[in-house]
């Protein structure tokens, strides 16, 4: 029991950080987050150690989120959300602190990048996950990830140098 809590609470932040950036929606971050170790414990069996537990958690993740985009809930915050306002919805002290820092903006950009390479960079900077591991999530080679997330480190330090200037 002592293990699956060190994991958890390992793990827990990576997965909630993934969804956040794809959602920017706390509640809903903390929503999908619970989700994904539900789903993880329910299919506990399933999983037969062929990739590391955070690779499957990640695997788990990019099925509940693409479930949630599938669903009346998000098409509804959506909606909502766009109604209300074009500006971020409002930050909590935590949120501030990362705005401040030009996350948000940094954010905003590698949600500019094509799916393939946002969903590489996503799981590398705020997953936390080994190139081998973004490659067994993504269905691509260690090395294809390691590339395609240099490239986009380098398209987005061009674009931020440009707008710098």
């Known amino acids: 029991m002592k293990e699956l809590e060190r ?5 827990h932040p990576k997965v909630y950080a993934f969804f956040f950036v794809k959602t920017f929606d ?3 971050a903390e929503d999908l987050t619970h989700d994904v170790f539900y789903e993880a414990v329910k299919g506990l069996h399933y999983f037969e150690g062929h990739s ?3 690779t ?13 985009y599938r669903s009346k809930k998000y098409r509804l915050r959506l909606e909502k959300q766009l109604a209300e ?3 971020p919805p409002s930050a ?3 949120e501030v602190y990362l705005l401040k820092e030009g996350t948000w903006d940094l954010a905003k950009r590698i949600g500019r990048l094509d799916d393939l390479s946002r969903e590489i960079v996503i799981l590398r ?3 936390e996950l080994s190139f081998k591991e973004i490659g067994d999530v993504v269905g691509q080679s260690e090395n294809y990830a390691r590339v395609a997330f240099h490239r ?3 398209k987005l330090q061009k674009e931020t140098r440009a707008e710098d200037e």
């Open 7 to 11: 994991l958890y609470k390992e793990i």
């Open 26 to 28: 706390k509640t809903a």
């Open 52 to 54: 590391t537990l955070q």
């Open 56 to 68: 499957w958690l990640f695997s788990i993740a990019k099925n509940v989120l693409k479930k949630y």
């Open 85 to 87: 306002s074009p500006s």
């Open 92 to 94: 909590s002290p935590e």
């Open 125 to 127: 900077v705020y997953g």
């Open 152 to 154: 986009s480190k380098l």
